[in-house]
């Protein structure tokens, strides 16, 4: 077992530029201090510099660092693309074992309007369209109906509303 019942666990997937970073910035805003920010792209490309395939080390990484944190009374906002084939024994292992209460949210956004988002980031020039759609999953949710599902109309306020309740 994970954490206390009292740590929050918030798991935020969705393609790139669906909004996962504002909703935890949001998120972290709102909690204050006590809450750890662990995203999937911090630990693969920036720490590990990895690829994202199945079985890479950033996966043990990013559990760990989760249980980590939980462990020592923190509340947890997970958030990366974290693809379902790659990441979803591990997030089924740490929803499961974690004590207190555990949301997630899938964020669904069109590959047209992830395009807008991502011309907007300082990477738009370094990564193309086709690798970007080479790279977008349409609903690649995890299997249970371990997530809410929300739309790209969905007000910031209000997700990060559900994930604070």
């Not at 935890?24 to 690829?51: H, I, K, S, Y």
């Not at 990013?62 to 693809?83: K, N, P, Q, S």
């Not at 369209?129 to 609903?139: F, S």
Request: hydrophobic content about 40%.
């Amino acid at each position: 077992m994970v954490g206390t019942e009292e740590t929050r666990l918030v798991v935020l997937r969705g393609n790139s530029a669906s909004g996962k970073s504002s909703i935890a910035a949001g998120l972290r805003e709102r909690f204050g201090r006590g809450l750890a920010l662990v995203g999937q792209d911090n630990l693969r490309r920036t720490m590990l510099r990895e690829r994202d395939l199945p079985g890479a080390a950033n996966i043990g990484l990013i559990d760990l660092t989760a249980r980590y944190a939980l462990d020592a009374g923190y509340h947890v906002v997970l958030e990366g693309i974290l693809c379902a084939d790659h990441y979803g024994d591990m997030l089924a292992r740490l929803r499961a074992d974690h004590r207190g209460p555990t949301h997630g949210y899938y964020l669904d956004v069109p590959f047209e309007e992830t395009m807008a988002r991502h011309a907007t980031k300082p990477i738009a020039d370094a990564v193309t369209e086709t690798q970007l759609r080479d790279l977008y999953r349409p609903r690649d949710l995890l299997p249970g109906g371990a997530e809410t599902v929300i739309g790209m109309d969905s007000a910031l306020a209000v997700v990060v509303s559900w994930g604070c309740s």
